[in-house]
């Protein structure tokens, strides 16, 4: 079965620099790939999803990259601010029609003024 | 706005008793889903609906059932009650039968089970 995997629980980073966050995933390459953003006692929202031929999908400060060679999705944030700290999930599509999702554990950003 | 609304935010309840979690979407949505989230593990998949009256197992069904009678409600029932079971449970609906759509989540309900 799909396996996927965020590989830090937590980043800390100051206010400013660019946060980078990693989604690795096993067995099949999946259709797409999804990155929400989930703040304490809260729903996830969605924030990006980019296609299995797209390398790269832009959206303000934010920026997903998707290497089917290396199973993996690399997640920027740039120029970050306080107002950035939360939990960012990954989420794969789980293989069926449906719109089912795998997803990660999460990364909790925290970043300091 | 697509608003993806639950029942309570805070739920306390007792081993053994039936739970009733009731989830309500205003946009039309054909896919509903239920999930729970625990330190640790995630978010995990516990069934989902693509119709009414249709429903599919996720990944943990055991101890749950659901119901989607109308198209904009999905409700998850815990049968009997059990302390496992005290976690964040989240429900999401999508537009139209294409997978690739965005996941809308509700806002979650803590349960807790004593």
């Known amino acids: 079965s799909q396996k996927i995997e965020q590989n830090s629980e937590a980043l800390n980073i100051q206010e400013g620099k660019t946060a980078t966050l990693t989604c690795n995933y096993t067995n099949y390459s999946p259709a797409y790939l999804q990155w929400y953003r989930q703040d304490p006692g809260r729903g996830p929202v969605f924030l990006l999803l980019i296609r299995e031929n797209e390398k790269e999908k832009r959206k303000e400060r934010l920026k997903v990259t998707f290497d089917t060679t290396l199973k993996q999705s690399l997640f920027h944030i740039t120029a970050s601010q306080p107002a950035d700290s939360a939990t960012y999930l990954c989420?794969?599509?789980?293989?069926?029609?449906?719109?089912?999702?795998?997803f990660g554990k999460g990364t909790k950003l925290s970043v300091k003024p | 706005d697509v608003k993806v609304t639950q029942s309570s935010r805070y739920l306390v309840k007792r081993t053994g008793e039936k739970v009733f979690l009731e989830c309500v979407q205003d946009m039309d949505h054909e896919n509903m889903f239920w999930y729970r989230q625990d330190p640790g593990l995630g978010l995990r998949l516990i069934y989902f609906s693509y119709d009414v009256k249709m429903k599919e197992k996720g990944d943990i069904p055991e101890g749950y059932s659901v119901s989607r009678e109308k198209k904009e409600r999905f409700s998850l029932i815990l049968e009997s009650a059990s302390t496992n079971q005290t976690s964040m449970y989240l429900c999401?609906?999508?537009?139209?039968?294409?997978?690739?759509?965005?996941?809308?989540f509700g806002p979650g309900t803590r349960l807790t089970v004593l």
């Open positions: 989420a794969l599509d789980g293989g069926g029609s449906q719109g089912n999702l795998i």
């Open positions: 999401a609906s999508i537009p139209g039968l294409a997978g690739d759509n965005e996941q809308f």
